[in-house]
């Protein structure tokens, strides 16, 4: 399975970011075999529709789960239109939360949080 | 004639000044139009309370896609600068408040799925009070741009009358465009140090658009030269103060114009004389 998770770095012991529009790093991981890229999020860098963009790139890269704190209500849309489900990270290091994720302990985000709340 | 009343900081008096000033002017036997540009919260017509005569709908362009047509290319979510369209998995997903309506969506569909409809923001409120033409833009609640509202009540300035554009404050997008192409403007300032500091922004504004201007001087008292100070330095000129006095506050508080205060008339008088008769 293909996740993404939102990070302030580019490797598996850099912190999780809570924000999903503004957060500077998607760490897109196979659980399968443990092989991981970070991309940079465009998303950080826009004035207007930073959640679009931030969904935008996820969709592009093809992953089934999305692993944030709080996700707005545009990139909800995008996200969940495009069959992604959404979890909330627990703990501030990535792999820890990855760890979460594959022993089922991570909660499903069935509804959009409030806009702006990266900023 | 257009002359522009901003401030920066708000609640200095900018529709203090400016709804008196049009009533005045008008009393005086100026042709004289206010127009209140505050799109967001516009309040000029508590005091001014005219008859609505006219309601306009201001309307921007969106696109809208025919799913039917829609190969889901993706073209137009990708060329977008404004992140207003998005490619999910199966279908193209429109956010219509971020759209800026610049078209290029329908220009770029390979199979012409995109067209182009309107979708009302907001509206223009024409009224009438004592002769006088008072107009404001209205943008709807959790509408983000208020430019379209802005542009269009430019639309309605008159070249032989004085046109008096109240503008909002700060120094936004918003303020810059009402107060663009304006042959005066008036800010309005408070002898604190919050008001100086805003002011100092709107002069960059004005200067920027090479506006001449003048600035009054609301709540005038003891304070004064943290704003007078300001202004010999920078030679710019003080046309007008109006006291902090009681009378005015009470009348404010109860929606009522000034026309009849001595220090309101005479900071008034002082514009005709240095503005609008210099022109």
Known sequence: MKICITSAGENLDSSFDSRFGRCQFFIIIDTDTMKYKSILNDGNISPHGAGIAAAQQVVNAEVDVVITGNVGPNSFNVLTESGIKIYKGQHNIIKDNIDLFNEGKLELITKAGKSHGGI | MNISILSGKGGTGKTTLATN?????????????????????????????????????????????????????????????FNALALAKDKILLFEKLCHSCGLCSILCPTGAISEVERKIGKINVGEMGGLTCIEGKLNIGEPMGI??????????????????????????????????????????????????????????????????????????????????????ENIKVIGKIGFEREIAHKYSKGELLIENETMKSVMDNIISSVVEVD
């Open chain 2, 148 to 233: 379209p509202i802005i542009k269009s009540l430019k639309k309605l300035f008159k070249n032989d009358y004085i046109n008096i554009i109240d503008s909002p404050p700060g120094s936004s997008c918003n303020v810059v465009n009402s107060v663009e192409g304006s042959d005066f403007s008036i800010l309005v300032t408070e002898p604190t140090r919050f008001g100086l500091h805003d002011l100092k922004i709107a002069v960059s504004v004005v200067k920027q658009n090479k506006i001449p201007f003048g600035v009054v001087i609301n709540k005038s008292g003891k304070e004064d030269s943290i704003i007078e100070d300001y202004c010999i330095k």
């Open chain 2, 21 to 81: 000033l049009a009533v005045y002017l008008k009393s005086k036997g100026y042709k004289t139009q206010y127009l209140d540009f505050d799109v967001e919260e516009p309040n000029g017509f508590i005091f001014l309370k005219p008859n609505i005569l006219n309601e306009i709908d201001v309307n921007v362009k969106v696109p809208k896609i025919d799913e039917i047509f829609c190969k889901n290319c993706g073209l137009c979510a990708k060329n977008c600068q």
